[in-house]
Every structure is written in structure tokens, then in C-alpha cells.
């Protein structure tokens, strides 16, 4: 009997420590990434993925710092690795949760950086990608806020690019704004970033 | 018994808690310290970043022997597995990982064509929006350094060597026939639709010892592994009309297309110096299908082409010319497979076949040729680490030609043979660090119908001199069989030879590209004959030879102003040769000692237009003139042409597109023909060979039908 119970607490301390650990990992990169840490936090998503194994949302999340990076980057040999790395992350993440809606608009996001990068070099290969992807995802979750929002500011750069009005598209971010309220989820650390992107999307629409 | 299980607990927890500091410092291979590095123990959450001074602390509660990962972007991964108490003030020094961007490249000879902008010297959409080049993707290779302009044949011509010097492969599989039938002086174009390809590589000199076959260059063309998404295209042209349709599944895909041209209505418009009884009609299609395995690609690509036409052909000789029908129907069937075999070894598998006939009839000649070519193909290819790799393999090729002439002034003539020949190749690459690499090969070759087995060495080495630039060096032996016209007479012959030497620069820069490449060709047993055509009673032999010199220059500019894109090529070729049925040796018809090509295209936002020009120069070609004494010695006067194309996007899923080659009306000349007797003054009259016409045009109308409503076609014209 006190062997069961030692074995038992023993088991309840480790199964929490891990818990913990993986939590307060976490929050400790998404603090690291708040305070412009990037390649600290970016370390750390990866050490837990690494840690974690069988987890997809430390490489989606190690993935989104180095793409939103590169946003704000100059530097072509910077740009192109950071790049290739957060698609190596994607790839890990994908073989871990299959058909999943999130993952799907990370990579959307990775392929416009390339055509943000050089339009003239990616823009054919990788327009059609980014398209195909945030239709993927929408088919899987129709109601993602995120994919509504960004596929729609897609959608209106390329109606600019045609001289046609981006307003068009101006009712999808009214859909991505109702969604953004109904989002909720059960696991920690799930993906709910893109509300604070809605002003911006939203300049188009004025 | 609450007392004993909380000692458990904090007992447990203290010794969960017993921390090891581990600590180090990390470097790269100059003693430069590296900040940011991710340091951790494997498979735990205990690891740090290092700092600027390239310092790292971290405490564990881990014990015993533990495997601590280094990783950091451009670097290879660093692992120490030990006792965690030794793990302290460890110093390490990070390798570069020389399959990271701003690694040195294995590049002399070649220019790559693909979606890795490093590597690339075209983007994928050159090949087809460069103007002149009308859709066909030999055009834009045509404006590359060391290719001659031979505007009447269509064909590439590298380096001076003749058009024959140059293979193509399509997926690592050898092409047989790469251009339409056509008739002498009538250019002629790439067989295959450009759509079906993505990444390309055109070599000028020094390839891999993978392929052979090839005195000069070898084109290879990727077809595309896996489409983006389903589509429907039509093309309405003024000579044409087409469709191709893309369809995909889980993890299958299928693209197909049809073209059928017909230049009699072009012809009837536009006055022809050449008489068309037939006009030029051709009926093809292609299809290609993809399977994705767990672990690999099996790819299957099958091509048909049909096409004939009939034309006066001029011949000073004659004075009524003679009468040419051509009919030809070429089969082209390419499988191929590239897969993972696991432990870092992985297979690339393939066989292609073709079958081609022709029915040419000459005034009352009747020619029917029958050639089938089979090539097999399993190279395997071993990476034991980033910075060593080995491939080899093992190629066959088979082919059977024969040929029935039936003439009323003789019995009808019957000539075959079988070319068959095995190869063996094997090639590593080596790189030494980010700065230097070497790839060196060796391919052997045995000829059956002539008898004969060739070694053929192949090296190239490669240094990063900065940042953003570098030099390399190639040499490499080859070896080709005759052609067609001489083996259907002979056999009792030694295999062509060519030693290649280069030695290349490339800046590279912001979207800026300049390529320098010095290269000496030496040519040895070229076949020379000693009638005025290869005949069945003509004598053969491997004795000819000749060399080539010269420097090709390349310059690309992409941002120096705003949606312009420019290239510009020069080439200085100084060749002579003793070949065919040459008195001395001498520069051939086909080789211009410079050529200039000037490419650019536009993009006008407010007219949502892509506009393009292209220029080119070459000087003067070489040509023989009977009333002189010495062989080879007169020159034809420059050739000029200036194309211009206008694509404009109605929508983003129609295009509106028109080209015209040769906007000035420029008066090219060819080549002289002789007659081969003097008239009655004692001279020899002379015609001149010119194009059919001076320019041509082209007006098309091309939609895209598809999910994204964005995908269009563009990148097609």
C-alpha cells in the first residue's frame, strides 16, 4: 500500500512538473518575443518542441517568429534563411497534427514573405501557393478569424495590383471580427493572435 | 505513515531539484563568437541562448551522461555527449554549413534557371517572357553568353560547336529528337511546351560526368513535381490554337495539352521568300502524370507531335528549285522515379523511349526514316554528410535507325544500324568548408557499334574570394558518337572527343549579376569525308580536328531601376576547325567571333503591361567563295534584329499578347550557295541564303481558367 501511494505521488509530482515546465517554458518565449528577444524565444519554442516531441504548437510558434521577422528585415541572405528554417518547423509541426487549419495559415504567411521579399522572383511560384493555402484552411475551419482576415488583405493587395476596389472584400473582415469574438480553445498557448491586425486591414476599407 | 511519504516527497523533490551548471562558449571556425545559438540537453527543456560575447550558463537537474545540442541558423548542429558535471566552460567551435545561403557554388560552365534566386542567373519566367524567343525555350538560352546566333536553324550553338554538340534531357532522361522536323534554312523550334517545366539548368561546358554524348552543352529540363492547383488554359494565336487542362487528386496529378498550328493563313497574309506549297501544320500533344509515394516521385511525361508541310526548296543548281515534302510523327515517352531509400541514400530511376519517323520526299526522291531510341537509367546517390556526397550509376542506350530511299534513278537503298552503348558514371562533391568545394567524376563509356570504350575525367573546384564573389575552375573530357548522316554510311569510326577548360568569375550582389567565363576547347577525331556531302561511297575518317577559345560575358540588373529588368550578354568566340569535308582548317559558317544580345522587359503598372525588347548582334559569318583561292575566308556582314513583345493583362486571368521579330526590317544574310560550276565568265554564281521573312508576328489571346482567379499565362509568352 505505501508503496502504491510513493509510487503514485511520485508519479503525480513528475506528470505536474512536466506541466509546468512545458507552461512555463511557454510563457517564458512568448515573453522573450514581447520584449524583442526574437532569436531567444525563437531558441526556446524550439528546445521545447524539441523537449515536447509530439507537440505541434512549439514549432508553429518558433515557425511565427522567424516569419514575422522577416517582415520587418532588409537583409536577403537574413530574410531567405530565416525563411527556410520556420519551413523546416512547419514540416516538423505538420507530421504531428495533420489537416490542421492553423499550420495551414503559417504557411500561407511564409509564402507571401517570399513574395513580399522579391515579387519578381517568388511572385508566380508562390501567389498560387498562398492563395491555395488559405483555401485549404478555410475549408477546414470555416470559422477561423484568422484565415478569414488575412486571406482577405490577399486578396485585396492583388485587387489594388488590378486597379479594382479592395472594398470588395471589406464584409469578410466584418466575418473575421464576429469570429475573433466566438474564438475560444481548451489547450494552452492555442493560436489567437490577429485581432490587433484589423485596423490595419481595415485602412483599405475607408 | 504521512510523515514517511512527505520525506519521500521532499526527498524526491531535492533530488529533482540538485542543479549542474553547465557553461561554455561558443565560436565559429575564425574565432568570431556567436551570438544567439541555441544550446540545450536533448529531450529536456534545459538549455539557454548564448549571449554577444558568444557565452552560455544553464543549470540542470539532469545527471550522467547527457547529449548537449548546439544549433544555430547557417551552422551545423554541435553535439557532445557526456557526463553533465563535465560540461563546463566548454569551448566550441561551430562549422559553417556549407549547404547554407552564401556558400560557395559549383557553377563554371553552367547557368541554372529555378526558384533558388542564389543560384540562379534567369528567373523561371525568362525562359519563356523574353521577346523573340515567342514562347519557345531554346529562344531565351539563345540570348546567353557563349551561344552563336544561327537565326536560320533554329537550334543552339555553343561555344563553337555545332548545333549536334548539344543534348537535351528532360527529367535526368536523354531526348532524342528536341526540335521539329524542318527543312535546310526553315528555323526550327523546341519540341516541348514550356509550362510542363520548372527548374532548368543550361550548361556551356565542364558538366557533370552524369551525362555524356556531348561535345558542347547539355540543356536539362526539370518537368514539375507537383502543380499548385487545377486549371483550365486556352491559347488563340494568329499560326495556332491550344488547350491544356490540370487536374489534381491526393496524391496524383495530371496535366495535358494540345496545340495545332497552321501557318497557311499567316502565309497568305504576309509575303514569304520562301515558296510554301504546304504551309508549315503541326498537331501535338503532351501529358504528364505524377504519383507521390510515402518516400518518393514517380513522374510519367509522354509527348506526340505531328507534322508536314511542302516547299519550293531554292538551290543554285537548279534553277526550278526542288520540290520538298516533309511528314514526321515523333513518339517521346519519359518515366522516371526519385525516391528516399532511408540512411541518407537516395535513388534516381527512369527510362525514356522515342520513336520518330519521317517521309521526306525530294522531287522524286523518297526518303522514310525510322529511328527508335531507348535510354535506361539508375543513378544512386549517397550524402555522408553536408559536406560529402556520392552519386553514381549506369545508363543504357539503344538505337536502332534505318532508312529506305526509293528514287527513280536507282533501286531503292536500304541502310540501318544499331547504337547501342553502355556508361557508368560516378561523381562526388566535396566541400572543404563555405569557401571551397570540388566536385570531381569519371564516366566510362562502351560503344558497341563502333567498338570502342572511353574514359572520360571531369573535375570542377570552386573559392569564395568575398562576400559576393567568387572563381571557378572546370576541366573535363567527352566524347560523341557521329551523327545520324555518317553512322547510316560508316561505322569504321572513333567516337568525337572534346576537352573542355574554363575558368569563371561571378559577382553577385543586391538583384546585380556579373559572370565572366574564359574557356579553351580542344577537338579532336572529328569525322571529315571527302565529297561535298556525307555519301554512302564517300570516305570516312576520325582525323579532323579543331579548338575553341574565348570569353563570355553576362550582366543582369534588377534594381537599379524600378520594374525594369535587364541582361545583357557578350561572347567572344575565336574557333577553327578541320571537319566534314574541309580543305584546312578554318572557322565554320556557324561561328561568329562576337555576339551581343540585349534583353530587357518592363512593367508598366498603369497599363498593366509587360513590354519587352530584345537586341541582337552578331558579327559577320564565315563563308567560302569559289572564285577566291583561299578556303573559307569571306564574310557575310553583321547580323542585327530587334524584337519587341507587349503583354497586357485585360483581367487577371486573360492576356492580350503581340510580338514581332525583326521591328526593323533588318536585311540579314546567312550564308552564300554556290553553284558548282562556273558560268560562262568563268565565275560562280551565287545565291544568298536569307530568312523566309524578315519579320514575323505574332497576335494571341491566352485565358486561364482556375480556383485562385489570379493564376494566368503570362509566364507563357
Redesign the interface.
Known amino acids: 500500500m ?1 508503496m502504491i ?2 509510487v503514485l ?2 508519479l503525480v ?1 513528475t506528470t505536474t ?1 512536466a506541466q509546468t ?2 507552461e512555463k ?1 511557454m510563457t517564458k518565449a512568448f515573453e522573450f518575443w514581447k520584449n524583442q528577444k526574437t ?2 524565444a ?3 519554442f ?3 518542441a ?2 515536447e516531441k509530439e507537440n505541434w504548437l512549439p514549432y508553429y510558434c518558433a515557425a511565427q517568429v522567424h516569419i514575422v521577422k522577416t517582415f520587418n528585415s532588409k537583409d ?2 537574413e530574410i ?3 525563411l ?2 520556420a519551413q523546416n518547423y512547419l514540416n516538423e509541426a505538420k507530421t504531428f497534427s495533420k489537416n490542421n487549419a492553423e499550420i495551414t495559415i503559417m504557411e500561407a504567411m511564409l509564402n507571401s514573405a517570399y513574395v513580399i521579399y ?1 515579387g ?3 511572385g ?2 508562390h ?3 498562398v ?2 493555402l488559405y ?1 485549404k484552411a478555410k475549408a477546414i475551419e470555416p470559422e477561423n478569424p484568422r484565415a478569414i482576415l488575412y486571406h482577405a488583405e490577399w486578396q485585396m493587395g ?1 485587387a489594388k495590383f ?2 479594382k476596389d479592395p472594398k470588395a472584400f471589406c464584409p469578410e473582415i466584418e466575418k473575421a471580427i464576429l469570429y475573433f469574438e466566438k474564438e475560444s480553445s481548451d489547450i494552452p498557448f492555442y493560436p489567437q493572435w490577429g485581432k490587433d491586425q484589423i485596423a490595419r486591414v481595415q485602412k483599405n476599407c475607408q | ?1 504521512r510523515s ?2 512527505s520525506t ?2 521532499v526527498f ?2 531535492a533530488f ?1 531539484y540538485a542543479q549542474t551548471k553547465i557553461s561554455g562558449n561558443i565560436k565559429d571556425a575564425s574565432g568570431i563568437p556567436i ?4 544550446v ?1 540537453l ?4 534545459d ?1 539557454s ?1 548564448s549571449n554577444d560575447t558568444g557565452a552560455f550558463i544553464f543549470y540542470t537537474e539532469e545527471t550522467e551522461q547527457q547529449t548537449l ?1 548546439i ?1 544555430f ?2 551552422f551545423e548542429n554541435f553535439t557532445l555527449t557526456a557526463d553533465v558535471a563535465t560540461m563546463k566552460a566548454l569551448e566550441i567551435k561551430l562549422r559553417e554549413d556549407v549547404n ?3 556558400s560557395v557554388m559549383l557553377n563554371a560552365g553552367s547557368f541554372a534557371a529555378g ?1 533558388n ?2 543560384a540562379s542567373v534567369l ?3 525568362d525562359i519563356v517572357t523574353t521577346a523573340g524567343a515567342a514562347g519557345d525555350y531554346i529562344g531565351a538560352f539563345q540570348t546567353l553568353p557563349g551561344t552563336s546566333t544561327v537565326a536560320e536553324d533554329g537550334r543552339l550553338f555553343v561555344r563553337g560547336g555545332d548545333a549536334d554538340e548539344a543534348n537535351v534531357y528532360i527529367d535526368g532522361l536523354r531526348v532524342f529528337q528536341p526540335y521539329n522536323a524542318t527543312a535546310n534554312n526553315i528555323p526550327t523550334r523546341g519540341r516541348f511546351s514550356p509550362f510542363l517545366f ?1 527548374g532548368t539548368t543550361f550548361s556551356t561546358g565542364g558538366y557533370s560526368a552524369e551525362y555524356g554524348d556531348a561535345l558542347s552543352s547539355v540543356l536539362l529540363l526539370n518537368t514539375i513535381d507537383q502543380p ?2 487545377e486549371k483550365t488554359e486556352f491559347q488563340v494565336i494568329n499560326v495556332g490554337l491550344g488547350m491544356g487542362n490540370t487536374q489534381k487528386w491526393k496524391n496524383n496529378s495530371l496535366s495535358i495539352n494540345a496545340f495545332y498550328s497552321n501557318l497557311k493563313p499567316y502565309q497568305e497574309i504576309i509575303s514569304q521568300r520562301v515558296d510554301w506549297i504546304k504551309p508549315f501544320e503541326s498537331l501535338s500533344g503532351e501529358a504528364v502524370y505524377r504519383h507521390q509515394f510515402k518516400n518518393g516521385l514517380l513522374k510519367v511525361y509522354g509527348g506526340l507531335n505531328y507534322t508536314n508541310f511542302q516547299l519550293i526548296q531554292e538551290d543554285i543548281n537548279t534553277p526550278e528549285g526542288f520540290n520538298f515534302e516533309l511528314t514526321n510523327r515523333n513518339l517521346y515517352m519519359n518515366a522516371s522515379y526519385k525516391g528516399d531509400l532511408g540512411n541518407d541514400w537516395s535513388i534516381n530511376t527512369g527510362a525514356s523511349i522515342a520513336n520518330d519517323d519521317s517521309d521526306i520526299i525530294i522531287s522524286e526522291t523518297d526518303v522514310d526514316d525510322m529511328d527508335n531510341s531507348v535510354h535506361l537509367k539508375v543513378k544512386v546517390r549517397k550524402r555522408f554528410s553536408n559536406r560529402f556526397k556520392l552519386s553514381f550509376g549506369v545508363e543504357q542506350f539503344l538505337g536502332d535507325f534505318t532508312e529506305d530511299v526509293d528514287s527513280p534513278d536507282f533501286e531503292t537503298f536500304h541502310t540501318s544500324y544499331q547504337n547501342n552503348s553502355t556508361a557508368t558514371f560516378a561523381e562526388s562533391s566535396i566541400f572543404f568548408n563555405k569557401k571551397l568545394a570540388m566536385k570531381i567524376g569519371v564516366r566510362g563509356t562502351h560503344n558497341q557499334l563502333l567498338e570502342s570504350t572511353k574514359i572520360a575525367p571531369r573535375v570542377s573546384l570552386a573559392y569564395k574570394t568575398s562576400e559576393t564573389s567568387q572563381v571557378s575552375f572546370a576541366y573535363g573530357d567527352f566524347y560523341q558518337t557521329p551523327q545520324q548522316e555518317i553512322l547510316k554510311y560508316t561505322t569504321l569510326l572513333d567516337p568525337k572527343k572534346s576537352s573542355h577548360y574554363l575558368f569563371n568569375y561571378l559577382f553577385q550582389h ?1 538583384g546585380r549579376t556579373l559572370r565572366a567565363e574564359a574557356y579553351y576547347k580542344k577537338y579532336d577525331q572529328l569525322v571529315k569525308y571527302n565529297t561535298s556531302m556525307p555519301m554512302f561511297d564517300s570516305d570516312y575518317m576520325s582525323s579532323g580536328d579543331g579548338y575553341a577559345t574565348g570569353l563570355d560575358l553576362y550582366w543582369r540588373d ?1 534594381t537599379s531601376i524600378k520594374n525594369l ?1 535587364y541582361w545583357t550578354s557578350y561572347s567572344y568566340l575565336d574557333t577553327e576547325r578541320d571537319y566534314q569535308n574541309f580543305t584546312e582548317s578554318a572557322t565554320p559558317n556557324f561561328a561568329t567571333a562576337h555576339n551581343i544580345s540585349f534583353v530587357s522587359k518592363y512593367w508598366i503598372k498603369d497599363w ?1 503591361s509587360m513590354v519587352g525588347a530584345t537586341y541582337n548582334f552578331a558579327s559577320g559569318r564565315p563563308y567560302d567563295d569559289p572564285n577566291t583561292t583561299t578556303f573559307m575566308d569571306k564574310k557575310t556582314k553583321a547580323y542585327q534584329a530587334l524584337n519587341m513583345n507587349w503583354a497586357y ?1 485585360i ?2 486571368q486573360k492576356v492580350l499578347f503581340f510580338s514581332v521579330s525583326n521591328v526593323l526590317g533588318t536585311d540579314n544574310i546567312f550564308n552564300y550557295q554556290y553553284a558548282n560550276t562556273p558560268n560562262a565568265t568563268g565565275n560562280f554564281d551565287r545565291q544568298t541564303i536569307r530568312p523566309a521573312a524578315d519579320r514575323f508576328f505574332i497576335v494571341g489571346f491566352f485565358w486561364t481558367i ?3 482567379k ?2 494566368n499565362q ?2 507563357n509568352l
Open positions: 505505501k501511494i510513493t505521488a511520485f509530482i512538473q515546465n512545458y517554458g532569436d531567444e525563437a531558441n526556446l524550439e528546445r521545447i524539441k523537449a536577403g541572405k531567405l534563411s530565416r527556410e528554417q522579391d519578381q522572383a517568388y508566380m511560384t501567389s498560387p501557393k492563395e491555395a483555401q492583388a488590378w486597379g | 505513515m514517511l511519504l519521500i516527497l524526491t523533490t529533482f551570438a544567439g545559438a541555441n540545450y536533448d529531450g529536456t527543456y538549455g541562448s545540442i544549433s541558423l547557417s547554407s545561403l552564401g526558384d534566386s542564389e528567373k523561371p519566367l520548372k499548385d492547383q543586391k534588377n529588368e498593366k493583362l483581367s487577371p482556375s480556383d485562385d489570379t493564376d503570362l509566364d
